[in-house]
Each structure stands twice: as structure tokens, then as C-alpha cells.
């Protein structure tokens, strides 16, 4: 699948913009920084996701002083033309629609565009919290199995509710909470119980890849482990059932997909806390290879690649493995400095600080 | 604080509140009233304080009635042997599309939902059980929204009810996931009344 266009029109500090990504090669975005590259990026993944890749509210993201911001791409998926609109409310109700019929959840957007996005914050899935790696496992099952998004937006949605209860409860266990606690717990029961499942197929796929592309990155064989461990044993109804009471004491539910952990490991030891940062850098590397290619493999082809300026952060070492291991397809890269000389830019955009995009000389050959 | 005074920023302020309406809307509705004759303005202060004075709700079924019993209940060709459960007098409308339901409803006025405070005691259980004992009512349909609140309300009720000897039906999936019923359509909605099948509870 690839990108064939992208206009914005009062989106971050963009008036009106388009840009026309190389279907197949490397269309670079340049530009100072602070000037919007990012914006660009942030606007593909808000129709690939429904969200801000940079996790920022939907009005945030409409230009200061407009009522709405308009987001339109064209994708191409084998032979079939997509159309993606979506529509940011300064205030009120926000909307998308793919061609034509609207969209009320991500797991709808369906195969219209799908994205790997790389950027400098990655590292945070090796150094950060548990928080992290459940995210990042969650949108490459976003990526990889679209439908997974209903569960694990379901969950969310149950944890939200089963709180609320616990608090208005305050400790007490009446016979209408313990009713309508069941009910919950039920439902909870069936989507964390399919979610976790989900990450768990998921990280035994992963694995193999994410030690392959780490290897190649430290340029000899690593043993990498990524193993999801539960937080409970047993079925997760019954987990929820022995830890009521102390669940109603504090408040919170204290067991269930989202008190889970991605342990990472490099030769047995954690990535988190008994690595370089070196081998952090190349471990989240990794990871979003093995994402990325996992993807191609199960879709038939590759996501389009967004690299948000990551090679400000990498050696040239990294950034060659980086953009070697890369498989063949659309991307779109941006830079504040000129890209690395193994970057065969197709196309190239610059971003003005004042909202303006030009595209510069096509540096494509004449074929 | 608005721009205007008096009784003209009191109505952009009501209408302000309104679901639906914003801030722009409400202003520009305000001028549309101040230019319109003033009876066609009076008919609607008129509709507004009928609707507030007459509708109530039905002592039965809380649908929407004119004083005692709502115009479904008062209907005695109905099936009073099954009962349809709705979150929403807006829902008998759309089941009422389908022509599939014969028999009465029972509005809950809502569904499960801790964060807005909405528990069992909140919604019209009580008034629920009381009828099943007095009615002789065989089987009761739960049609609520196919959403998390509304599914979890109706496996609430679920298991409330089976013990009670009752046949209790859930709608057939296949309307849209995370929908309102007040948007399914008549067809998809008819066939996921007729492919009710008996809850798990
Ligand atoms: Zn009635």
C-alpha cells in the first residue's frame, strides 16, 4: 500500500498544505526545527490511528483560531483507491470518514492506511515504564490485527468503569456493588482475557524477528528474549474474584492486562536496567523492525515507514543498519540536518516556519 | 460572559445548553427568533411549556405518556405476555419501526454506568421485577444498546431474571458494535429482534 497524497488545511500551524509522497522511495521532508516537519507525520498518523502520534487532545491539534482542521489522504491499497477525511473540531464533535462512510472506531478504518512510525522517543519503550511496552504492543496489534483494537479499547473502557464503582463504593461491599461488580468483572473477564491473549501471540512472533534485527544491529548474534508476563495466574475471572477485597480497599483493580509486563532481555539480563544506552537505542530499533516487518509479512505489504527525524539521535553505524534493514516500500523521513548520504530521496519537501510547504527539485531520475 | 444583555443573552445562554448546540448556533438561532413573526416565536414558547406541563412519564413503563398510562400500554391488542426492555423511550420508536415486537416495553431511564453515578438503583429495575410478579409476563426481550453500558445492564438483568423462571432474550449481534439503537435501522434492527436468542447470564 502506499500514500498518494496528503492535504491539510488549519492543522498545527499549517494553513493549507499538500504534499505527494514517492509511492515507492523516500520522500523527505526538511526544514528548521520547530518549523512543522513533524506536523506532517502527525497529520498521516492521525488517519492511520484516529489519534496524535505525539498524544495530543484533537483540538490541540486544529491552527489556533480556526473552528476546524481538515485531514484528507489518498491511499492506494493493491488496486483499490481509499479516500480518508477527517475533520478536528476546535470545540465539539470530530469525524472521519473512508470513502465516504464514517468511521466511529479505529478498528473500522479497516486496511485504508496502515503506518510504522520510528522516532527518537522510542527508547522510552526499552528505558520507561511497564506503561510503555504495553503500548507498544498494543498498537503493533493495532497494526497487525485491527480488530484486537476493539479489546483492548473495551478494556480500557471496563477499567475505567470498574474504578468509578470501587470509589463510589468506598469500601463497602453491598449486595447491588457486588452485583454490578460481577457484571463488570464478567465482561472484563472476556476482553482483557482475549487482549492478553492477543499480546501474547504477538510477542512469540515478535521474538524471533526482534533478535535477528538486533543482531545485524551489534553486528553478532545476541540472545534476545521478550516474554509477556501476566499479572495473575490462572483465568483472569478468578484472579479479579480473589483480589476484590483488596481492590475495594484501594480503589483500583489490581489485576488484568494493564498491570502486565513486556520483559525485554539482552543475554539474559533486563533490557531496562542492565543495558548501555547504546543497546537500548538498538533494542527499540529492533523492536519496530520486527514490527515492521511482521506487518508486511501478515498484510501482503508494507506499511508506510514514518522516521521522525530519527537519525539526529543514532551514529552513522546505526543509521546505515538502520536504513539496510529497512524492506522495500514507502517512506517518508523528516530532518533538520541533511539526511545521511544512503538516503535516496525520491521527492523532497521543505517546511517554512511560516506554515508553507514547497516541494523542491525532484530529484528522481528520468527512469 | 456574553456580549449581549437582558433577556436576549438569557435565550443565547438556554439555547447554549441544549445538546447539540454550541455557542455559535445558539447565538444565531436567538436572531433568527428576534427577526421571525411573533407568533411562530410563540408557538414554540407554547410547545415548550406543553411538552414541559403534559408529558410525563408512564406509570407503567416510564415511556412517554400524557398523564397515567402511555399510548402503547393503554393499547390492549398488545401481547401483554412479553416485555421489551429499552434504556430510552427514543428506542421504542425504533423497535416500534421494525414491526417485529407486539408486546409492551419497560423503559430503564439509562444503563449501568459508575463513571456518571448510574448504578441498579438509578435505573427502573425495581419497577421491572415489581411488574413480572403482576403482569404475567413469559418472556422478556433486553434491548438495550449494543454498547459496554448497555451490554453490561443487560447481562445485570440477566441474571437477575433467569432464576425468576423467565425466558430472558438478548438482541442478535450484528447491529454495529458501540452504536445507539435510536440509529440502527429498521431492517438491521428487525433482524436482530428476530435472532434473539436466550442470554448467557
Ligand atoms: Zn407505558
Known sequence: MYLASLSISEFRNFAEATILPDPTGTTVITGSNGAGKTSLLEAVGYLATLQSLRGSPKEAMVRIGAERAILRAVTMVGDRSMDIEAELAASGRSRTMVNRQTVRRRADLGEALRITVFSP??????????????????????VVAPKTTLHADETEKILRQRAALLRRAGKRLSPEVEATLDVWDARLDLAGTALVEAREALT???APLAEQHYSRLAGKAVDVGLHYRRSWSGTLRDALAASRPDDLVRGITLVGPHRDELELTLSGLSGRTHTSQGEQRSMALALRLATHQLATERLGSAPVLLLDDVFSELDPYRTRALLEGLPPGQSILTTALPPPPEVAAATTYEVKPAGMVNALVSERGDG | ???????????????????????????????????????????????????????????????????????????????????????????????????????????????????????PDQLRVRELLARLGEEGIAEVILCTNPN??????????????????????????????????EYADELTLGRALEGRRVIEA
Request: charged share 25%; net charge negative.
Open chain 2, 148 to 181: 459496554l453500558e448497555g451490554e453490561a445492564t443487560a447481562m445485570y438483568l440477566a441474571r437477575l431474571l433467569k432464576p425468576m423462571g423467565l425466558v430472558v432474550t438478548r438482541i442478535a449481534s450484528g447491529l454495529p458494535v458501540g452504536g445507539d439503537l
Open chain 1, 204 to 206: 512469540e512472533q515478535l
Open chain 1, 121 to 142: 522517543d522510542d527508547i522510552a519503550v526499552v528505558r520507561g515504564g511497564p506503561a510503555e511496552r504495553r503500548r507498544f504492543l498494543d498498537e503493533a496489534l493495532a
Open chain 2, 1 to 119: 460572559m456574553g456580549v449581549f444583555s437582558g433577556p436576549l443573552q438569557s435565550l443565547i445562554d438556554e439555547l447554549g445548553r441544549l445538546p447539540g448546540i454550541g455557542p455559535k448556533s445558539a447565538q444565531r438561532i436567538t436572531f433568527h427568533l428576534l427577526k421571525v413573526a411573533p407568533e411562530d416565536a410563540l408557538r414554540l414558547a407554547q410547545s415548550i411549556i406543553a411538552v414541559k406541563e403534559r408529558i410525563t412519564l408512564c406509570t407503567r413503563c416510564f415511556n412517554v405518556a400524557e398523564g397515567g398510562l402511555c399510548a402503547i400500554c393503554l393499547d390492549d391488542r398488545r401481547d401483554i405476555t412479553s416485555v421489551c426492555v429499552v434504556e430510552d423511550p427514543r428506542d421504542i420508536v425504533a423497535v416500534e419501526k421494525t414491526g417485529e415486537f407486539a408486546g409492551r416495553y419497560h423503559v430503564l431511564q439509562g444503563a449501568l454506568n459508575p463513571i456518571e453515578g448510574i448504578g
